[in-house]
């Protein structure tokens, strides 16, 4: 079944978003070994990259892959053309709030007389294309007679609504002015916390769990009780990314709680996969192993000492890399690479690219060896991160073939 004929236009967006995103990845690694043009801020670049790749990408292309799993076929209905409009309202702002952060970053500009965060503001717009999805969502679930909800991408759903709130208690702490850096800090990781552990870890599951067509029996516990440990976790674990002088016991607590729920959630289900589907896994074996590499992670910070962990800034690159470009972009590419039977030669493209930039992450760790350190490290950081953009864009290619 060709799944990509309809809405062509959102999906070819997705993937230029993905290249788009990668790009200014490299620009970024190449601002730290040459000087850029038009003095551009490589912290304002990093925000680019991370915005663009988390509006086009992990939340857009999930988001299209919902409403072809609910609506396949069903475009009529008006809740179906409420979600593809309000897919493509997103996908406008997205692309929006790539230029602002790009020149401004979280700076206020100033517009008629007043100071305005402008980057904060366009990316609060995007959430409203969210809810109209969600909304779009939830009227053909009542609507339509025959329709199978599914528990991973309905709670995913929630997540992403949830996420959203903090990312417009940023906008608007910096309109009024209060709670200081530190609270808008917080909001921000609030909105990276569940938007990644939450949103992402359980539409992703969805994904591989429909695509491999698993039964309740499967799971080595209920599927509602694996997706409460990862929803209940995930809005716990956002004092992982503020400084440990300003994280108080009892958040800390708190956080270590939620990454254990989490990694619990998602390892028993790469079990439940892994015994139950073994001889169907076929490409799903490598999303699957990147979870179970983000999981044994996420449980072995959350139960060692955060001097070992809290305060290296290489290692919490690393473990969101192998969540969204490892686990996730490799589980969007299986699937779209299965639906459109595609030689699996393009995936394994996208997977060696993926694996050999994951791998070059370790260089800014503590776990690599200091010995073996140097300026070197820099240019191989950005000659790697450049190969999963070639990858994708030969796989996209493949694809506008097929």
Avoid at 47 to 59: D, N, Q
Avoid at 198 to 225: N, T, Y
Avoid at 246 to 273: D, P, W
Wanted: aromatic share 16%; proline share 4%; hydrophobic share 55%.
């Amino acid at each position: 079944m060709k799944l990509l004929i309809k809405d062509s236009g959102i999906w070819q967006w997705a993937m230029f978003s993905f290249v788009l995103a990668g790009l200014t990845g490299f620009l970024y690694r190449l601002g730290f070994i040459v000087p850029l043009p038009l003095d551009l801020n490589l912290e304002n670049i990093r925000y680019a990259h991370s915005h663009l790749m988390f509006f086009g990408w992990a939340a857009l292309f999930p988001m299209y892959f919902i409403k072809l799993d609910s609506v396949p076929g069903y475009h009529a209905a008006f809740g179906a053309r409420f979600m593809k409009s309000s897919l493509w309202f997103s996908l406008i702002f997205g692309f929006l709030s790539f230029p602002a952060f790009l020149l401004w970053g979280y700076q206020p500009v100033e517009i008629g007389g007043a100071n305005l965060p402008l980057s904060a503001i366009i990316s609060g717009i995007v959430m409203i294309g969210w809810y109209g999805f969600i909304a779009g969502y939830l009227i053909t679930r009542k609507n339509k007679h025959n329709f199978n909800p599914n528990v991973w991408f309905e709670v995913a759903l929630l997540m992403l609504f949830i996420s959203s709130l903090g990312a417009w208690g940023v906008g608007f702490v910096e309109i009024v002015g209060i709670g200081g850096p530190l609270f808008g800090k917080a909001l921000t990781h609030f909105f990276l916390a569940v938007f990644v552990e939450g949103w992402v870890l359980l539409v992703l599951i969805g994904l591989i769990a429909r695509s491999l067509k698993m039964q309740a029996d499967d799971f080595a516990l209920s599927p509602c009780i694996l997706v409460g440990l990862i929803a209940f976790g995930a809005p716990l674990t956002f004092p992982y990314g503020i400084p440990e002088s300003f994280v108080s016991i009892n958040m800390s607590v708190a956080a270590r709680m939620g990454g254990i729920l989490i990694a619990e959630g998602v390892l028993l289900f790469v079990y439940s996969a892994w015994k139950t589907q073994r001889g169907k896994l076929s490409l799903w074996i490598w999303p699957l192993g990147f979870l179970a590499l983000k999981g044994i992670m996420q449980l072995i910070a959350s139960v060692s000492p955060a001097d070992l962990w809290l305060s290296d800034h290489g290692i919490r690159i690393f473990y969101l890399h192998v969540t969204l470009l490892g686990a996730l972009t490799t589980g969007l590419i299986a699937f779209l690479s299965e639906k459109e039977s595609l030689p699996k030669k393009y995936f394994y493209g996208v997977l060696l690219a993926v694996s050999v930039l994951l791998f070059s992450l370790i260089f800014m760790t503590s776990l690599w060896p200091e010995s073996l350190s140097g300026i070197w490290i820099y240019t191989a950081l950005t000659v790697t991160a450049i190969l999963p953009i070639i990858a994708v864009s030969i796989f996209w290619m493949q694809l506008n073939r097929s």
